[in-house]
């Protein structure tokens, strides 16, 4: 791996807003819709992906910062490595984190006699016997994770119901060459992902080679617009139409809930159109809680044309105490 750093394009003593911003021009830059069938850009975005997992994350990021590419290997185990550093085996210079210039196995076989971490470092064959489970092992090339953004209707999720997800999943041919499969999936969007949100599919991303894991499919969430339906965070909005007896009077009535079945509500007399009424913990479940359901009172004339509505609506004007635009614009 490349010093995430060089990248991602950015100084050492970056913060995590220059970093992030740095990373998502990168990732729009080189994503695979933009650059269908790029093996290049593909392996650009891979390498700007990892980069970012690693300097996002503080822990990572001074790992990093004191030891180098190898506290991103599995296994790594920092106090170990600090107490070799402090007897005297130290990490040479010329790398990032203090280690010594030259190959990376080379250097952990110079440093721990040839077996890479195994010896002292937790070592061990890995599962499949392809090498230490430590550092010195050698491993097949893990599948791309593949990024599609999915729209969903907000219904449908929040009744459970399964969504269909169609992409191009990249292929290896028996020939050495790569190319993309259509893709059908079925998928259970949890309630709790927002708009904007990240549904990862395991082993559902580009295939490994070598033995290795494939990637991961990551669905970005966009909920389709809905002309009655709105959703804040864990808050929902449901406009609900009323007749203009309802409003006028007031009523019970009975309003279908998002999730399914249906509330009776007390409509009060006079309800004039964008009143809210609040149903408590009738929104979405997530981990900080359970939302609520607003209801927006609509009141709704009749869609007709007969001269007996239009009298009717007509003798309502005389009911007006004051002109209903009295102060618009004051």
């Known amino acids: 791996m490349r010093d995430p750093y060089s990248v991602l394009g950015v100084a050492r003593s970056a913060d995590q807003d220059h970093i992030r911003k740095a990373y998502k021009d990168l990732a729009k830059r080189y994503h695979p819709d933009r650059n269908q069938d790029d093996e ?197 909005f449901l406009d609900v139409p009323l007749t203009i007896s309802e409003a006028l009077a007031g009523a019970r009535v009975e309003v279908p809930l998002p999730s399914g079945g249906s509330v009776k509500v007390r409509v009060p007399p006079g309800t004039s159109s964008g009143r809210k009424l609040r149903l408590r913990d009738k929104g979405v479940e997530s981990k900080s809680g359970t939302g609520d359901l607003y209801l927006i009172l609509r009141p709704t004339p009749p869609d007709t044309a007969d001269p007996a509505a239009l009298e009717a609506a007509a003798a309502l004007d005389a009911f007006y105490s004051t002109p209903v635009r009295e102060g618009l614009c004051t």
Do not use: C
């Open 40 to 236: 290049a850009a593909a392996d650009r975005f891979k390498e700007v992906n990892a980069a970012y997992d690693v300097l996002k994350d503080p822990e990572k990021r001074s790992l990093y910062d004191e030891f180098g590419e190898v506290s991103l290997k599995p296994g790594f185990d920092a106090a170990r490595a600090r107490a070799w550093k402090a007897s005297g085996g130290g990490f040479g210079g010329g790398m990032p984190g203090g280690f010594g210039g030259g190959n990376m196995d080379d250097i952990l076989s110079s440093l721990f006699g040839g077996g890479g971490f195994g010896g002292g470092f937790g070592g061990g064959a890995a599962p499949g016997g392809r090498g230490p489970a430590g550092f010195g092992g050698r491993r097949g090339r893990p599948g791309r994770d593949v990024e599609v953004e999915v729209s969903v209707d907000l219904f449908a999720v929040l009744r459970g119901e399964k969504v269909e997800v169609r992409y191009a999943r990249p292929v290896h041919y028996a020939d050495g060459s790569v190319g993309r499969a259509v893709e059908r999936l079925k998928v259970r969007v949890p309630a709790a992902v927002d708009d904007g949100g990240t549904v990862r599919l395991r082993g559902k991303g580009g295939p490994g080679r070598g033995g290795a894991p494939d990637g991961d499919l990551l669905l970005t969430v966009r909920y389709a617009a809905h002309p009655r339906l709105r959703r804040q965070g864990a808050d929902l």
